[in-house]
């Protein structure tokens, strides 16, 4: 093989890292604690905007999580309370 074949072949794998979580299994684990998970905590967690973080939380409601939503003194806690549809 010359240099440029194998140069090629080497960019031709995706890098990936087993290790690498992808946000959305981490929103599901913040929200999975017994503390449950704030729009502020979302927002220094992943750099979003608030509507952003409203929006994943809608996303993990429409893809069959039951997600409750508890008002407190520091704001809105999102928890999920129960999987749909796994039994």
Do not use: D
């Not at 299994?25 to 973080?53: C, D």
């Amino acid at each position: 093989m010359t240099t440029s074949q194998l140069r090629a072949q080497k960019t031709a794998q995706p890098k990936r890292t087993a290790n690498k979580s992808t946000r959305r299994v981490q929103l599901r684990k913040l929200l999975s604690r017994k503390s449950g998970v704030t729009i502020a905590q979302l927002q220094k967690t992943f750099g979003w905007q608030p509507h952003t973080a409203r929006a994943a939380i809608s996303a993990q409601r429409k893809a069959g999580c039951a997600v409750s939503r508890t008002e407190t003194a520091n704001g809105s806690v999102y928890r999920i309370v129960e999987a749909q549809g796994k039994q």
